[in-house]
T-cell receptor
Framework: KAGVTQTPRYLIKTRGQQVTLSCSPI?????VSWYQQTPGQGLQFLFE???????NKGNFPGRFSGRQFSNSRSEMNVSTLELGDSALYLC????????????FGPGTRLTVT | DQQVKQNSPSLSVQEGRISILNCDYT??????FLWYKKYPAEGPTFLIS?????DKNEDGRFTVFLNKSAKHLSLHIVPSQPGDSAVYFC????????????FGKGITLSVRP
């Protein structure tokens, strides 16, 4: 089976712009979760989508949003980018949900200048 | 409020010796615990997990111990190999449809040849 794929792998944006990141889960997985990883921090949960519905949300501002399509592919959007949004954004898919074993993609490295 | 703590940011061990990585949690409702390993430029990879009904789970060189009364878990790697050098995250959850994994900040393990 192909693993979780994320595009693009690297991205440089300017403060105030918006960005869309994409994630394709493992075939058959209906749960997709997004995480932000910054230096010195662990993986901070952004949100989970399951069968096109947002099932759980972390403690992030409304500038962070996402959606899931009928084929389970997911996108994450960040509007009005701030310097502090520079991070590695990881997507993970799971068969049963975000509280079970998850398989991570390689991440998208976002740099905001 | 950090619910999952990995208090030692780094650990250095000689090849062939035991590596012990520790993790503490605060929420007594957590009932499933996982360890992930992360190499640079890659997403985290699932390593081993344990349910709260057990106090030990073994998989090859990796053993996870759970002490529920102390809200403490540890990962033992025996014998340690240079390829084990990576960042290790512990994660916990209260399993359920709307739950999520909560990660610690990670421990950087260096195994010296």
């Amino acid at each position: 089976k192909a693993g979780v794929t994320q595009t693009p792998r690297y991205l440089i944006k300017t403060r105030g712009q918006q960005v869309t990141l994409s994630c394709s889960p493992i075939s058959g997985h209906r749960s997709v979760s997004w995480y932000q990883q910054t230096p010195g921090q662990g993986l901070q949960f952004l949100f989970e989508y399951f069968s096109e519905t947002q099932r759980n949300k972390g403690n992030f501002p409304g500038r962070f949003s996402g959606r899931q399509f009928s084929n389970s592919r997911s996108e994450m959007n960040v509007s009005t980018l701030e310097l502090g949004d520079s991070a590695l954004y990881l997507c993970a898919s799971s068969l049963w949900g975000a509280s079970y074993e998850q398989y991570f993609g390689p991440g998208t490295r976002l740099t905001v200048t | 409020d950090q619910q999952v703590k990995q208090n030692s940011p780094s650990l250095s061990v000689q090849e062939g010796r035991i590596s012990i990585l520790n993790c503490d949690y605060t929420n007594s409702m957590f009932d499933y615990f996982l360890w992930y390993k992360k190499y640079p430029a890659e997403g985290p990879t699932f390593l081993i997990s344990i349910s709260s009904i057990k106090d030990k789970n073994e998989d090859g060189r990796f053993t996870v111990f759970l002490n529920k009364s102390a809200k403490h878990l540890s990962l033992h790697i025996v014998p340690s190999q240079p390829g084990d050098s990576a960042v290790y995250f512990c994660a916990t959850t209260e399993t359920g449809a709307n739950s999520k994994l909560t990660f610690g900040k990670g421990i950087t393990l260096s195994v010296r040849p």
